[in-house]
């Protein structure tokens, strides 16, 4: 668009023709950015003429100046929110405190973000919080009759019985009582510091009583000379506070002082309808406060503006990884056709992930891209050592301070293993942190500290003795909040010592490299949240804290890291423009490259948590959904009508559950306007290679391999079950994930996986079944197995394995549910009416189990680990290895004893290739439970059961024939043993496309059906 047309240009004419001089005008904007533009474009139009600027401000900016209060940022309110909350809750009392304080901690930010939302809509807060309390009286069930109760309760099964018989809310304060104190108290410690929240700003100065005298001055005070005219330009969703504020300067004097407003206007080829809609918050603005709205298509100096109707693609990728590289490829084109489009600053990129931040700076080429304008942050959340730290948080802070004693404290692997995992971990502690990994794993579930302390004893009495101690200390529970704070402390420290740079010579400065910036960043900012937490912890009057817990501590740390942000700096009138989505306000572009346009991130989701409900929010005029969702589509489309080229960067992969939807604004441009819509499809060309054989590895051609195999035959690693399954379906990804350590994606948070399900079944009825057995030799009978799940036990255990600061939905509790019964079902169905069930061993862990055997004339050895989940004789019959499976499992029909030939056929059978993997590792559990028991056994009877809904109970049983002995066992064991061990031997690729479908490694080793 020509420079003449954009909006930015048009205002400064007007303040140029104002007929007030420059240097006594104030200009208020919308972002810091928009104000360094404007600037811009008031140097180039004045370029022949010596004037005075006027002096340009963010509304933020200038609103706070007039309260007269320091601005905190969010991190520095949550921690006075929490003293103000810690001391609030240590007036009710120790006992009431109690039930009281995690619950209304959890509820802190979101409380912050309302009284923001409160204070900027002008909201009267007694009223609206009683009417907050009258809503919540619906709570009450005094109303219903007693067969109104009864029927509620058939219907509603999963109601406690004794639903209506409590006083529901008796546990702990009303909410809204709460919230009247905390607010008012809140507020008066902000006051007595001389400080405000930004909402609380915006108040004090829409509810203070100015004359024009006092406006007057302090336009003055804050600008250094005379105002004699303020001007709003691009504003748009404006709040209750803002218009009042705006509406006490135009009824001031209107001699001393004009105020004018200045609005932008879309103007697209669309439905009247569709323009109706983007313009009806204008049209309000004007019809509250007046102004002059701008149409960038106006006519000029006598001569119509040109106007471009803008050519927009829609670049569909299937990898993130894809983007930033997209990108660089974009804006080589554009600077072939246009090459002064990056010097002039015609090209923006617009992130609306913040997380792409990142990837994206370390990607743009050189030199090409060598200068940037980035202003906006990076979460610390998504930092490496943030996670690092949150990872270390989960493990820790949910010990029980009333423990005391290591023994007591139970651990949950997983979360261990997925610590232990982290780069930084083994940044730190090395090669100790695999083998420790390989112990924890024998747990499968939990692992007491005490037997943790006993593991990192034995692994590391040979390792130094710094690392040994260190590690030692970190992974000892702690049993107060400031014991956890001072192993936080320690991490950062020792990673401060890890990632000191050598010195550089003082004539080679060299620049740090992007992600070391990062982590000396990060790592100095979670020091902060963690010595102010640490001050919300003073003792007062010899007495601990209330929240002087792990717990707590762990649970305000994370809620510290969720708001910092990683500031980035950069020459604001130079180069390649990267900004977020709100900052391109008033801003106008020839070319716009948007990364992330898929619902979620364009526009971002509004659930955004709040206490209060949308009724009472609409009542007082606070913001919604419709409000962000409005604004959002506004910017979007101010900022494509006025560029030449658009194009729109969307993420087509899988995520989580669903897949990623493409934004609301693709099917907009598509179908309510006449805009032009490419569409592309780009992909990456390690996943759009089909059936691609690799240069597969081996221990002949491979030092890893090699030294893999060393350590398993030494014992410093072990080979599983799990393993051998790995193995069988596909040698290549038992290479990558168990010889190279390539780990696998951690999953989306709150996406219970197939792992973490399996594990909850398993659990269950491990201590079912211990349950029922008194000593040894007791029996199990038919009539003990008609058993109800317990819903409370399986949240325990959902809370061990998933998560303790969530708990399981009923379609989940259901499911469970489902498979234990079926467990419970084949289990009966096989006892029939007077057989019993002993239990030989549940869960039974043994590990390091040497395996020896001879072939070719030469004697091999392994270490074994493994961990079966269920060893019995059914009616006094052979010893059984029971293997739960949640997946669907069905027998071979006819056939009644497995052998390698039969193995061999299905690793490449689509239907039953799971199933020869299942039986392999269940022959393995055989074989180690067999060389570990005490009583001689020379036959078993490995047995899957089928839990899916899918295979009636009758078939859940699966095995081949009533007993096979251990020397066929060996047999079939030593077949696929060899082939490990063999250094000729390749780790070739599955011949199964369908594996691939939902292996974690088909993108590195370019594997991939194309039609998933």
């Known amino acids: 668009m020509d420079s003449r047309d954009n909006f930015l240009s048009q205002v400064v004419r007007r303040l140029r023709n104002s007929g007030t001089p420059l240097r006594e005008q104030l200009v208020v904007v919308p972002t810091k950015r ?19 600027l006027p002096r340009i401000v963010t509304i933020d900016e200038w609103i706070t100046e007039m309260s007269g209060r320091v601005i905190l940022d969010n991190t520095a309110l949550i921690s006075i929110l929490y003293e103000v909350y810690a001391a609030y809750l240590a007036e009710q009392g120790e006992a009431q405190a109690e039930t009281d304080q995690m ?14 939302d409160m204070d900027l809509a002008l909201a009267h807060v007694e009223m609206l919080l009683v009417n907050l309390e009258e809503l919540d009286a619906f709570d009450d069930y005094e109303f219903l009759t007693e067969e109104e109760r009864d029927a509620i309760q058939k219907f509603w099964t999963a109601l406690p019985k004794d639903f209506f018989k409590k006083a529901h809310g008796a546990e702990y304060l009303h909410f809204s009582i709460v919230w009247r104190e905390i607010y008012k108290r809140f507020n008066a410690r902000l006051t007595e510091l001389g400080v405000a929240y930004r909402a609380a700003a915006y108040r004090l100065v829409a509810e203070r009583g100015f004359t024009d005298e006092d406006l007057l001055n302090e336009l003055r005070r804050h600008s250094g000379s005379k105002i004699s005219l303020v001007s709003f330009v691009g504003l748009y969703n404006l709040t209750p506070a803002e218009h009042k504020i705006i509406n006490k300067l135009q009824t001031a004097d209107a001699d001393a002082l004009k105020v004018q407003l200045y609005w932008q206007k879309v103007s697209l080829n669309a439905t009247d309808e569709f323009t109706d809609h983007l313009y009806r918050m204008i049209e309000q603005n004007v019809r509250l406060l007046g102004g002059e709205v701008i149409d960038e298509g106006e006519v000029i100096d ?9 050519e927009i693609h829609l670049l569909s990728l299937n990898s993130t990884i894809l983007q930033p590289q997209v990108v660089n490829s974009l804006i080589d084109e554009i600077i072939k056709r246009d090459p002064k489009a990056l010097e002039e600053l015609r090209i923006a990129i617009v992130l609306n992930d913040e997380k792409t931040l990142i990837p994206l700076m370390k990607s743009l080429k050189q030199p090409t891209c060598t200068s940037l304008n980035v202003t906006m942050g990076y979460p610390l959340q998504y930092t490496s050592v943030a996670t690092w730290i949150r990872r270390y948080l989960n493990i820790f802070g949910i010990v029980n301070p009333s423990d005391r004693e290591l023994a007591r404290v139970k651990l949950t692997c997983s979360r261990l293993q997925l610590w232990l995992a982290a780069p930084l971990t083994r940044k730190l502690f090395g090669e100790l942190t695999t083998p420790l990994m390989e112990q924890i794993a024998l747990h499968h579930y939990a692992i007491k500290a005490s037997e943790l302390r006993e593991i990192i004893e034995e692994l590391t009495k040979d390792a130094d003795e710094a690392i040994r101690q260190s590690l030692l200390e970190i992974l000892t529970p702690s049993f107060t909040g400031r014991e956890l704070l001072g ?13 000191a740079a050598p010195e550089e010579e003082e004539d080679e400065a060299a620049e740090e490299p992007i992600d070391q910036v990062i982590l000396s960043e990060a790592r100095d900012q979670i020091v902060r949240h963690a010595t102010q937490v640490s001050n919300l912890l003073t003792v007062r009057g010899g007495v601990r804290h209330l929240l002087d817990t792990p717990m707590h501590v762990a649970y305000l740390l994370e809620q510290l890291l969720a708001v910092g942000s990683i500031p980035f700096e950069g020459a604001p009138l130079e180069g390649l423009q990267v900004m977020g989505f709100l900052e391109t306000r008033t801003l106008t572009f020839d070319y716009v490259i948007m990364l992330n346009v898929q619902e979620g991130d364009l526009p971002k989701s509004s659930h955004t948590t709040t206490l209060i409900p949308d009724m009472l929010r609409r009542a007082f005029g606070m913001t919604t959904y419709r409000t962000e969702d409005d604004t959002n589509a506004y910017h979007f489309y101010r900022l494509i009508q006025g560029a030449k080229e658009v194009y729109l960067l969307q993420d087509t992969r899988p995520k989580s559950i669903s897949s990623m939807e493409p934004s609301r604004y693709v099917d907009q441009i598509r179908y309510l306007t006449d805009l032009s819509l490419l569409e592309y499809s780009y992909a990456d060309q390690l996943e759009a290679r089909d059936g691609t054989e690799i240069d597969a590895p081996s221990a002949e051609k491979d030092e890893a391999v090699r030294h893999y195999l060393e350590q398993i035959a030494k014992g410093e690693k072990t080979f599983s079950p799990s393993d051998l399954i790995t193995y069988y379906k596909c040698p290549y990804q038992f290479y990558l994930k168990k010889i190279k350590g390539v780990g696998e994606p951690r999953p989306e948070p709150g996406v219970v996986t197939q792992i973490e399900l399996g594990s909850m079944v398993h659990e269950y009825l491990e201590l079912f079944y211990k349950g029922l057995v008194q000593k040894h030799g007791d029996v199990i009978t038919r009539d003990q197995l008609e058993h109800k799940v317990s819903r409370q036990m399986l949240t325990d255990i959902y809370k061990e394995i998933v998560s303790d600061k969530s708990v399981p939905d009923d379609i989940l509790l259901t499911d469970l549910e489902r498979y234990i019964y079926k467990a419970l079902e084949i289990d009966r169905l096989l006892l029939g009416s007077t057989g019993s069930l002993q239990l030989l061993a549940s869960e039974a862990k043994m590990q390091n189990v040497p395996f020896e055997w001879e072939s070719a004339g030469q004697r091999h050895k392994i270490h074994l680990t493994g961990q079966p989940d269920r060893v019995d004789k059914v009616c006094g019959g052979v010893c059984r290895i029971v293997d739960y499976k949640t997946g669907e499992i069905k027998k071979a029909k006819k056939l009644t004893e497995l052998n390698e030939e039969t193995l061999d056929s299905w690793s490449k059978s689509g239907s039953n290739c799971s199933l020869g993997g299942y039986m392999l590792q269940s022959y393995l559990y055989a074989l180690l439970y067999a060389k570990q028991s005490e009583y001689e056994i020379s036959e078993v009877q490995p047995t899957l059961y089928s839990l899916a809904p899918a295979i009636p109970a009758s078939q859940g049983a699966i095995n081949f024939g009533k007993s096979t002995t251990l020397t066929a066992i060996e047999t079939i064991l030593i077949h696929y043993l060899n082939k490990l061990v063999n250094p000729k031997e390749k780790f ?7 594996l691939c479908s939902y292996c ?3 993108t590195i080793c370019g594997r991939k059906k194309l039609d998933f």
Not at 103 to 116: A, H, I, K, N
Not at 302 to 310: T, V
């Open 34 to 52: 928009a104000g360094t533009f404007l600037q811009r474009e008031l140097i180039a139009q004045l370029a022949d003429a010596a004037t005075i």
């Open 103 to 116: 619950l209304r901690l959890s509820q802190t930010e979101r409380m912050l973000r309302d009284f923001q």
């Open 302 to 310: 006598g001569e119509e503006a040109r106007g471009y109707s803008p």
């Open 1000 to 1002: 974690n490694y088909r």
């Open 988 to 994: 070739t690729q599955t011949t199964l496309l369908s």
């Open 487 to 499: 192993r936080v402390g320690q991490l950062l420290e020792l990673i401060k010592g890890t990632s």
